[in-house]
């Protein structure tokens, strides 16, 4: 039985698992997955990057102009998307841009232009930073949350369409990403492309090598080694997974001593000459795939939801963990 729901297009079944319209469910070459919230969204998320293009082209005029010195805000998930964000700003040539913690944002520093990533418009830490900025310098905040503070306090770019009903973060902040990866003149065809690639692979085979990895390590450079933060951060709120994650070049210098059999390492990007045999050589599992890193995104996802399927645990409602901090 199905009952309807009040957000987005879709239903609810009678054990409060929510049901994409356009979500596919596993073929006979995949196990079979419990149904949540995170499996849906984590589906959608090709088509999402595809109408991101859109977004970034009616809203255009909200978002950083090349030669602007801009300054990114946001918090978990989201400070890595702003991260990710300013690796490829600065890397295109467009100016000085700057990802920072809205609980840490430095004083004395002059921008042309604020961005604040926020899906829930109510983490506090957000809102006091967006409070404490300058009042002439254009800001904008990115959410997906209709009728939130954070809404009242800048100009909005508003995607309701890719919130999300679980805890856990992934469609919105990719999306996010996507947007302002097409605005700053990117063509993510191939990334579309090869996260519908990912979606399409049974589970089992494309991640034997890491689903039971007793420790994952993550490591990239550029905009990727803000993804592979990410990753790592998606491991630990879904399943409690033990991983860490480096900048590529730093894992040498340290890290590389917790490499070994039973572990894994998984690269996000273009690799380090001379790294993965390396890696290899400790009896570690080394995991790469030559595609965007916003693809390699995707298949963390389905890991997620495999490994949590595996320990019996719910994805969707991670422990100690809510949508939005909220401090008294």
């Known amino acids: 039985m199905l009952l309807e729901c009040d957000r987005l297009d879709c239903k609810i079944d009678m054990n409060d698992h929510w049901v994409d319209p356009g979500y596919v469910p596993p073929d006979a070459n995949r196990i079979s997955l419990p149904a949540t919230h995170l499996a849906a969204e984590v589906a959608t998320q090709p088509d999402d990057w595809t109408r991101a293009a859109d977004t970034a082209a009616v809203h255009r005029n ?93 100009e909005t770019i508003l995607i309701p369409e ?48 890491v689903r039971h990895a007793e420790q994952i390590g993550f490591v990239g450079m550029g905009f990727a080694a803000a993804l592979a933060d990410e990753a790592a951060l998606k491991l630990r709120e879904s399943c409690r997974s033990w991983t860490d994650s480096y900048l590529a070049t730093e894992y040498r210098h340290g890290p590389i001593s917790l490499a070994g059999p039973g572990r894994a390492v998984w690269a996000f990007g273009p690799m380090v000459p001379g790294l993965a045999d390396e890696i290899r050589s400790t009896g570690a599992h080394f995991e790469h795939r030559d595609i965007d890193p916003l693809a390699e995104l995707v298949r963390v996802h389905r890991l997620c939801l495999l490994r949590a399927a595996d320990l019996g645990l719910d994805p969707d409602r991670p422990r100690n963990l809510s949508r939005s901090v909220i401090l008294g």
């Open 162 to 209: 890719v919130d999300e009903r679980s805890v856990v973060q992934t469609r919105f902040a990719t999306t996010t990403l996507a947007i302002l990866r097409w605005h700053l003149g990117e063509d993510l065809s191939s990334a579309i492309a090869q996260a519908l690639a990912v979606l399409a692979e049974p589970d089992v085979e494309s991640l034997e090598g």
């Open 62 to 154: 909200l978002l950083p102009v090349s030669g602007e010195r801009v300054a990114v805000l946001g918090c978990g998930t989201s400070l890595f998307m702003a991260r990710a964000f300013a690796s490829l700003r600065e890397s295109a040539g467009q100016g000085l841009t700057d990802a920072w913690p809205a609980s840490a944002v430095p004083t004395g520093r002059e921008y042309d232009r604020y961005l604040v990533i926020c899906r829930s418009g109510t983490t506090t830490e957000v809102l006091d930073a967006i409070s404490a900025l300058p009042e002439a310098i254009p800001r904008t905040v990115i959410s997906s949350s209709p009728g939130t503070p954070a809404l009242s306090m800048a």
